[in-house]
């Protein structure tokens, strides 16, 4: 078999008639469609087939194509537009239900996602149909290279580039430029918002009673806050005395106050806030504990309440090992010795589960004496604005 110089060769086979390499002199005097060519060239590409999808310029069918490409930019600059709108102005606060404003409220976060997701989807038709529409139907065969390119195939591949943006028309399509640059322009400025919106809300806002500070077991005009546990029904109120509990044992209690009784959103509140679950942990009479300075009397006997919120990332610490007296997160396998303060001694959490003070009060029923005295949560959540 023999092939001529301009056959591509066998596949797999290196061409045994490589380009000659042009000089730095010949390179300068090539304008853009001879570097182009020269690149297809060095890449051993031969272009079997090319043709523009509208060999004629300024017909009806392109003139529709180019239309429809530019709907598709423009609806996703509006829903681009749309986005910021509901990010920004749209009622976010929480509202429990019958409230008024809670309608508003609960289509807050499908409308964020609603809005996004058009303005994501529509740029990417846009381009898909810009590319369908307008790119030439072209069939090339390339030979497989190794290796790094070399310096005269970076320069030329921009000059690729360049003929394939001239071969669309794309100079003269100012429609689709304009919406392309609309589309792009307001859905990056929706993510560049989306971003830096969470370091301009302060979420230390109130200080000392900002909401990533105190919990629901903050006492408030001096009432009782109870531990009570979850019976599945938000108005059994079930409080708990020491005598419920087993030593070597472990139960998930949260807060009540009596003025909440018959209100159901505030019970219901109570136990679904994020950083109310403690959990209430009886040692074994005479287990050996180790103490955290300025936090002796926060024990009421063998009693122990640790926020159940891990340090490390939030996880529920839902386990406890009554044998080694360890407290484990199940998420990213944090540990934490319930006799030495809930102190991490495994895992990647880095500082102790915030302890609740208790005790029991003349009606015989275990109460909080305060509220944490520090963060719950993850370590960042502890940092906060002086």
């Not at 310029?57 to 986005?83: C, D, N, Q, Y």
């Not at 122990?304 to 990332?313: D, E, G, N, Q």
Request: proline share 9%; net charge negative; hydrophobic share 40%.
């Amino acid at each position: 078999m023999t092939t001529s110089r301009h056959d591509p060769p066998p596949l797999g086979a290196e061409n045994p008639h490589p380009p000659r390499t042009p000089s730095a002199a010949e390179l300068a005097d090539m304008d853009q469609e001879q570097l182009a060519t020269l690149a297809a060239n060095l890449d051993d590409v031969e272009i079997v087939h090319n043709q523009r999808k509208f060999p004629i310029p300024g017909t009806r069918a392109e003139k529709r194509a180019e239309r429809a490409v530019a709907m598709w930019f423009l609806i996703s600059a509006l829903s681009a537009v749309a986005f910021i709108g509901v990010f920004l102005f749209w009622p976010f606060e929480y509202k429990a239900p019958g409230d008024p404003g809670y309608a508003l409220y609960s289509y807050y976060t499908p409308l964020v996602g609603f809005t996004f997701g058009m303005a994501v989807l529509a740029l990417g038709i846009g381009v898909i149909s810009y590319v369908k529409k307008f790119f030439p139907d072209e069939v090339s065969v390339q030979q497989r290279h190794d290796g790094a390119s070399d310096e005269v195939a970076r320069r030329t591949v921009m000059a690729q580039l360049a003929k394939a943006g001239k071969d669309t028309d794309i100079a003269r399509r100012s429609l689709i430029k304009r919406t392309a640059g609309l589309a792009a322009g307001v859905f990056g400025l929706g993510l560049g918002l989306a971003a830096v919106a969470p370091l301009v809300r302060d979420p230390w806002k109130g200080r000392e009673e900002a909401a990533l500070w105190v919990t629901g077991w903050k006492p408030v005009n001096g009432e009782t806050v109870y531990l009570r546990y979850d019976t599945g029904d938000p108005h059994e109120i079930a409080l708990v005395r020491p005598e419920d509990q087993d030593p070597g044992s472990m139960m998930t209690v949260f807060p009540f106050r009596e003025s909440e009784r018959g209100d159901e959103e505030a019970l219901i509140r109570a136990l679904r806030r994020a950083d109310n679950p403690v959990m209430l942990i009886r040692l074994r009479p005479g287990t050996p504990v180790v103490l955290r300075e300025g936090q002796e009397d926060f024990h009421y006997g063998d009693y122990y309440a640790f926020s159940k919120i891990c340090t490390h990332l939030g996880c529920p610490t839902s386990l406890y090992e009554s044998q080694t007296q360890r407290i484990l997160c199940p998420c990213h396998q944090s540990q934490f010795i319930a006799t030495e303060y809930a102190k991490p001694v495994f895992g990647p959490a880095a500082r102790p589960l915030p302890q609740l003070p208790i005790t029991v009060n003349d009606e015989g029923y275990l109460v909080a004496t305060g509220d944490f005295p520090e963060a719950i949560g993850p370590s960042f959540w502890e940092i906060h604005g002086s």
